[in-house]
DNA sequence: AATTAAGTGGAGGAACATCCTCAACTACCC
DNA sequence: GGGTAGTTGAGGATGTTCCTCCACTTAATT
């Protein structure tokens, strides 16, 4: 039922489509659409005419970013040796998110995404534990490790991507190689249980939250 | 040659003080000294008179929090057991940055404490270089670990405080495991060099940065 | 080439957040 | 009780972000 756009409009869809990805990559999806609009050599209006909310861009860009993550965990799964699945996924994913800390607030916040983007994450969380039970299994990890941990962890090593990447690009390999020799060899009773999936989401909120957000 | 302040006046000035100490340990040093002010039962324009700057209520706090930290990393060398030394110090620098939110801003965050909380956090460097080497030469820490390593890895810890020790206190004790794991019985190599000393401070200047410090 | 509907630009108003001053007031101290 | 130090908190100054609105431009159609 949708009208095609005129040829014009179509033409500068897709520059604001383009500009969006350079710039949420760049400096996350918290940015003004103005400085979208800017970078596409647009006026405000014209975004805001396409995408009314910020969501809207966002699900235009990233659906696609996160469902290629849950296909990386399928391919890990898919590997042979259970260890390289595992760490060829971590590896892969964080990459991704080095490259674009769009990408970051898009897989952790859970300001975003109320739609589709949503449903993708929550395919990603039984795959990701099946990676580490396939692991456990096959002895190359601690057995009190668990499913969630390697979600916090990448939470950590995002946090240094936020931190370090523009700094230091690629340092993040040095610290994801520690903590995954951590999950493999380490021997060190872990001294607390892993989180509640429920507690999962209320972590996640703290993710790049409004500056003032504060409690009493 | 500065002259005592009238009874009701140094009164006061204490609850700032304690108003400051229990606001900041909550929300970080960022709150607004409106709240601080509110919090003590006082008006504003007493927390203007008697501390002009927010720098000058974080030096008054957090001089000897530094100080003491400082501290448990010279009981850290000076204990019979490396690793002890170097588990123990850590766990007591990740307990104090739980509990304390400000804490946490005026360690990593470049922002405060230009003046003699500065002074102290350089202290801090050459003794966890120290702590690092000694558990080396005692052959429980991997050799291709350096000192810095140790502060890039509690930057993670102080990120998933962020996130999660509202939700789950105490987490971070199984992280932390995780990764000092990683420092003892990693042996995969680690594949970038740790970050010039220099660029630790660029790092640093990220830690809850404004909001808008945007690149281009 | 004239008509019309679709599309565009971007200044600027509205809604906030934060900072910090200052004039009227109050309390201490001698 | 006079003088000085101290207190107050509403509100002006400043800054940030959002998003609308309408005069203007351009593509499509006849």
Redesign the pocket.
Known sequence: MT?P?????E??RQRILKAAQEVFAARGV?V???DI?HHA??????V???F???EDLVEALFDTRLAEIVSWADEGLAHADPWTGLTGFVEQATAAMAADRGLRDIAFSRAYGRRRVAEIREMLAPRVEALVTRCQEAGVVRTDAAGVDLVLTQFMVAALLEYAEPVAPGLWRRYLTLILDGLRYGTTPLPVPPPEVENMDRIAENWRPP??AGSG
């Open positions: 009208k756009l005129r040829r014009d409009a033409l500068n918290d003004m659409l103005d609009a050599g647009l006026g405000v209006g014209t805001y005419r396409r009314p909310t910020r500056r003032r």
